[in-house]
């Protein structure tokens, strides 16, 4: 309760940022995209992560306010970008509301920006309970020119029935699988299958949480396209990402 009405209320005081995280080639490492993550800065409980009041609002239609506050933020800060695209993340409730795909249109490209340039990450729980409406829902925005990223792969449900049935752009190798590369087997299997299928299918592959140069060489040499993590950089500021974006693109 407490959470709830402050953040209703934090939306209004402007105690929520976006901060943007880097997304790079594997090639020459230059940046073609950010994802965009939000910020909390309460003046009575100091800095509170998303992890924890995401799902408090995702309880309430306070996601829909929570949700649209964020794709306004970053359709005005993308197009400050000479070209890199913004990845959003949406919780299942915002993918499932009625007229997703016209809500996102309205905000989006009603406002001049390219679909092309918004990218909407989606985890597998968002489309594992009505897989045949999410499919409907991933197709229409797809034609229209948006990209789909699936967040955290691999640690979902039926993960290759969902990129069989499902439009897609983009992977996201779970950074769970990054980080046990080095320390077991297992995951350094699990993260160069998940190249390989990404590559077959065409789509791009992008590994989180990068976080050491071993890492970094691993991921490159095994091919995978995209890279992101706090060896290459941390979330930043929306000057220091505007920064970026034009030195590197
Ligand atoms: O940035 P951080 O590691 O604190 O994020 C924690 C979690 O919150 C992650 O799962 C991330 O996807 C999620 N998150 C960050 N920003 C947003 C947002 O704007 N909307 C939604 N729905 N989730 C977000
Ligand atoms: O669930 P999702 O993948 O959207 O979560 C993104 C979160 O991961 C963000 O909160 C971001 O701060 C965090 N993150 C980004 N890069 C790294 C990294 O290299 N290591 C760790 N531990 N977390 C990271
Ligand atoms: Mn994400
Ligand atoms: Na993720």
Redesign the pocket.
């Known amino acids: 309760r407490l959470i709830e009405s402050g953040l209703s209320q934090a939306i209004r005081n402007g105690e929520l940022k976006l901060v943007f995280q880097p997304i790079v080639a594997r090639e020459k490492l230059e940046v073609t995209g950010f994802e965009?993550?939000?910020r909390w800065h309460s003046p009575e409980y100091g800095m509170i992560?998303?992890?924890m009041f995401?799902p408090i609002a995702e309880e309430s239609n306070l996601i829909h306010e929570l949700?649209d506050w964020?794709i306004d933020e970053a359709v005005r800060v993308l197009q400050t970008w000479p070209g890199q695209y913004v990845s959003?993340?949406?919780?299942p409730r915002?993918f499932r509301r009625s007229n997703f795909v016209g809500h996102i249109v309205e905000r989006v490209q009603h406002r001049g920006v390219s679909p092309q340039r918004f990218q909407i990450e989606i985890t597998e729980t968002a489309i594992f309970d009505d897989a045949e409406r999410a499919a409907d829902t991933l197709y229409r925005l797809r034609q229209m020119g948006f990209r789909i990223a699936l967040?955290d792969f691999g640690t979902g449900y039926s993960s290759l029935y969902n990129i069989r049935k499902f439009a897609l752009d983009s992977l996201k190798i779970d950074r769970s699988f990054v980080d046990g590369m080095g320390k077991e087997r297992e995951s350094a299997a699990i993260v160069h299958s998940i190249i390989h299928l990404g590559r077959a299918l065409g789509l791009e592959v992008v590994a989180e949480g990068v976080e050491t140069e071993t890492q970094l060489q691993a991921l490159r040499v095994a091919g995978c396209s995209h890279l992101q993590g706090y060896y290459l950089a941390r979330?930043m500021p929306e000057e220091d990402a505007l920064f970026l974006a034009k030195a590197r693109y």
């Open positions: 965009a993550l939000l992560s998303p992890g995401i949700g964020v959003v993340n949406f919780s915002q967040d979330p």
